[in-house]
């Protein structure tokens, strides 16, 4: 398993570890890219999303702000069900984009009070690469009963986050791109900017700047994020 220092291994995968454990029944590999790329090739034994209905669709009406962001309960259950993913079920997501869809499938599940999940570290690209175990067949379905527990303490509110606006224990980390952030890209919203007081660190500085993208070591990312004020002493909100 990686350890690096991290406070939470647990949440990480290594490459040779899931190859040992690749056909433990009670594993379930989520594969987090879009569905063509998951026919084509994917690690032995992984489920595709066929489609990615655990994120809000933006269709939904935008004054519902029960479950922002992620999708509603009956949603996601049945969903998990589908994919063979189990109340017991431990899970392992996976992408080839620097686990940016992987770490939101793993969100989710967190969310949803499945906390037994762990996200690959370097991907499809690294287990690839290592010429580990691929496939283009599907697994055979299982049953199993998925109940979602939300925790809400993952998700700050808008109000909450309005409130939290400059105080002093309170740091608000932006990670999208530098774009973004200094407003000279929009991405199509009728506002740009960040909030006021808030530090930035591009979600691209987690990972390291090879072909795998495997998250950087527990030290890099410490010394990044003190650089900037994010502390283990501070309340850290994220967007």
Not at 194 to 208: D, Y
Not at 221 to 237: P, Q, W
Request: net charge negative; with cysteine; charged share 25%.
């Amino acid at each position: 398993m990686t350890t690096q220092g991290y406070a939470r291994p647990e949440m990480l995968a290594d490459t040779d570890w899931l190859a040992e454990h690749i056909d433990d029944p009670n594993i379930r590999i989520i594969d987090c890219d879009e569905f063509p790329e998951y026919r084509r090739s994917h690690i032995k034994n992984a489920v595709g999303i066929q489609v990615h209905h655990y994120i809000k669709h933006p269709d939904y009406p935008k004054d519902s702000h029960a479950y922002p962001w992620v999708a509603e309960p009956d949603v996601v259950k049945e969903l998990m069900e589908k994919m063979g993913i189990g109340d017991d079920t431990l899970v392992v997501t996976y992408d080839a984009n620097g686990s940016l869809s992987a770490a939101r499938f793993w969100w989710v599940l967190n969310y949803y009070g499945h906390t037994n999940v762990k996200v690959l570290n370097g991907g499809w690209r690294k287990w690839h690469d290592e010429g580990k175990p691929t496939s283009i067949d599907r697994p055979p379905v299982v049953s199993v009963t998925f109940t979602p527990n939300a925790n809400e303490d993952l998700i700050c509110t808008l109000d909450y986050g309005v409130g939290q606006v400059g105080h002093s224990d309170t740091v608000f980390l932006d990670v999208r791109a530098d774009g973004e952030w200094d407003g000279s890209n929009s991405r199509g919203n009728e506002r740009v900017g960040h909030i006021p007081g808030a530090v930035h660190l591009e979600w691209t500085n987690f990972l390291n700047e090879d072909r795998h993208r495997t998250f950087k070591t527990a030290e890099e990312l410490r010394s990044m994020l003190e650089m900037i004020g994010v502390t283990a002493d501070k309340n850290v909100i994220t967007y």
